[in-house]
């Protein structure tokens, strides 16, 4: 389920942004921010995640990945995008 929403969101994300009015190289930037940033904090919730419980770990990223769904939605700035990225 997680891989399919994470391509789904590949999928749209650059819609979502092209709709916006961003131009190609803003919306790959966006894209690249968004999928660098969630494997880099995939690899590094790999290397300490033996000493979290599961349940908090997995309500952590579930409450961060809906913050950033909200800052997609609700925020159009280049900036504090790349950041949320």
Known sequence: MRA???GYV??????????LGYDAFSVGLLS??????SA????ALGLVAYQIPRRRTLLAASLLMAATGLGFAGIEAFWP????A
């Open 81 to 84: 995008l790349l950041v949320i």
């Open 40 to 43: 880099l904090l995939t690899l």
């Open 4 to 6: 399919f929403g994470d």
């Open 10 to 19: 590949a999928i749209l994300l650059p819609v979502h942004l092209c709709r």
């Open 32 to 37: 690249t921010a968004s999928l660098l940033g």
